[in-house]
């Protein structure tokens, strides 16, 4: 995929680049399998690997196929009072924030705001070449 020329500033709209992620990370899968809430590890467990849903986005009334586990995270276990604390690192407060928000794209002002933490940090970390947990730009 291009990357773009165009340096990301504080009003850049940044998501969860899922498929980024999946084709970078062989481990995406258990590393979502551990932050499901303790309702749900037992439950998910037992299902199968890959399993698939249908959902109805709420907006559009459009049915489409989406990867359960990724579903069931941002639906119930990232809106636990818990899942985001102040012990929980900066890149990984950004993504759970993502989760929480349903990956809905967000600024690092926006970032900033919901996590108390500078914006200049938050994009200077998300915007580097390095890419963190599928964190990237909206294209």
Same mark, same amino acid.
């Given at each position: 995929?291009?990357?773009?020329?165009?340096? !990301?500033?504080?009003?850049?709209?940044?998501?969860?680049?899922?498929?980024?992620?999946?084709?970078?990370?062989?481990?995406?899968?258990?590393?979502?399998?551990?932050?499901?809430?303790?309702?749900?590890?037992?439950?998910?467990? @037992?299902?199968?690997?890959?399993?698939?849903?249908?959902?109805?986005? !709420?907006?559009? @009334?459009?049915?489409?196929?989406?990867?359960?586990?990724?579903?069931?995270?941002?639906?119930?276990?990232?809106?636990?009072?818990?899942?985001?604390?102040?012990?929980?690192?900066?890149?990984?407060?950004?993504?759970?924030?993502?989760? @929480?928000?349903?990956?809905?794209?967000?600024?690092?002002?926006?970032?900033?705001?919901?996590?108390?933490? !500078? @914006?200049?940090?938050?994009?200077?970390?998300?915007?580097?070449?390095?890419?963190?947990?599928?964190?990237? !730009?909206?294209?």
């Amino acid at each position: 995929m291009k990357r773009s020329l165009l340096k !990301p500033g504080l009003d850049t709209p940044f998501h969860i680049d899922f498929d980024w992620w999946q084709a970078d990370d062989r481990s995406w899968r258990v590393y979502l399998r551990s932050l499901l809430c303790e309702e749900h590890k037992e439950t998910f467990s @037992a299902q199968e690997e890959d399993l698939r849903m249908d959902v109805i986005d !709420p907006i559009t @009334a459009e049915v489409r196929t989406v990867d359960g586990l990724q579903h069931l995270l941002m639906t119930h276990c990232a809106r636990q009072p818990d899942f985001v604390t102040a012990r929980t690192t900066l890149v990984e407060s950004i993504f759970r924030i993502f989760l @929480a928000n349903g990956n809905q794209p967000m600024t690092a002002n926006e970032l900033a705001h919901r996590l108390g933490r !500078p @914006a200049h940090t938050i994009l200077k970390t998300i915007s580097g070449p390095r890419v963190y947990r599928g964190i990237r !730009p909206v294209m």
